[in-house]
């Protein structure tokens, strides 16, 4: 089969094909939290503050409105996570400057190492996993990411890859 080919056919995919590819990406969130989730084991710590300290480490100082829009939970849900991860040390909430009203984020040392064990494995995962498919596979891979973005997901994470706090 040809390249066109190949390609003309996967714009008609079967109901098998599709659920194929959710429990794929079931499965594969699996295998990528597996290793953060037994850092987490034994703690108070769940996912939620996985990806608060992951996007506060992104983007030191971010104002926590701009972490609620990232992570799309609930004022209250968030303010759990992050009362919980300031209260023990590992994240500081600092006034603004220009606007006392602010509030920016910071990873504390303890914070920012927490932080880096709970990704260290992410990305060696990652890191393996495109190595074995290759440059085309990873490309072809993050566009059907990002198509399965909602359009403010896509905003939001197309504004941190272009470095936008």
Known sequence: MSDTQV???????????????????FFAYQGFTAAPDLVLEGTQYGRAHH???????RAEGMK??????????????LNRVLRTLIE????????GR????????FLTP????????LSGAQR?????AYRQAGPEAVAGF??????????????????LREGKS
Do not use: C, N, W
Request: hydrophobic share 40%; aromatic share 4%.
């Open 7 to 25: 390609g003309d056919s996967l714009l008609f995919l079967t109901d098998e094909q599709l659920r194929q590819g959710i429990e794929a990406v």
């Open 51 to 57: 990806r608060a300290l992951h996007f506060i480490a």
């Open 64 to 77: 926590v409105t701009r972490l609620l829009t990232i992570l799309g939970v609930t004022k209250q849900s």
């Open 88 to 95: 023990d040390g590992l994240v500081e909430s600092r006034v």
């Open 98 to 105: 220009a606007d006392k009203r602010e509030r920016h984020l």
């Open 110 to 117: 303890e914070g920012a190492a927490l932080e880096s064990r």
């Open 124 to 128: 060696k995962r990652m890191r393996a």
């Open 142 to 159: 993050r566009q059907v990411l990002e198509a399965l973005m909602d359009p403010e997901q896509h905003r939001t994470y197309m504004s």
